[in-house]
């Protein structure tokens, strides 16, 4: 068991409009994330399902095509490996959860997100 504080995980920057928090288990990630208003989440697509949880601002994905408006208190469910983007229309705050883990973000292999 681990008892842990976002307060105390250091904040990435990875590019001017999008900065993370994440912690990961053995079979999962749940990360914090930072967006500009304007951030653009290049389309990609990973193994790891995700749940998407919008605490503040409005977040436009577009998965396999579809477009989804993701508002504040509103989530969204993302199906592994399915191509999805994202655009934050206002600065927003969510939290991202993943399962398996995020493998590639522990070892530095998301240069998309840092463009």
Same mark, same amino acid.
């Given at each position: 068991m681990k008892h842990l504080d976002w307060g105390l995980i250091p904040q990435e920057q990875l590019n001017d409009k999008l900065s993370r928090k994440f912690i990961s288990g053995e079979k999962i990630t749940v990360a914090q994330l930072f967006l500009h208003k304007g951030c653009l989440v290049p389309e990609h697509s990973h193994e790891s399902e995700q749940i998407c949880l919008v605490m503040s601002g409005s977040l436009r994905f577009s998965v396999e095509g579809k477009i989804q408006l993701v508002k504040s208190h509103q989530m969204i469910q993302i199906p592994s490996n399915l191509r999805h983007s994202v655009e934050a229309l %206002? =600065?927003? $705050?969510?939290? =991202?959860i993943f399962s398996?883990?995020?493998q590639d973000? $522990? %070892?530095g292999d998301d240069s998309y997100l840092r463009k």
């Open positions: %206002e =600065d927003s $705050m969510v939290y =991202d398996p883990i995020r973000w $522990m %070892e």
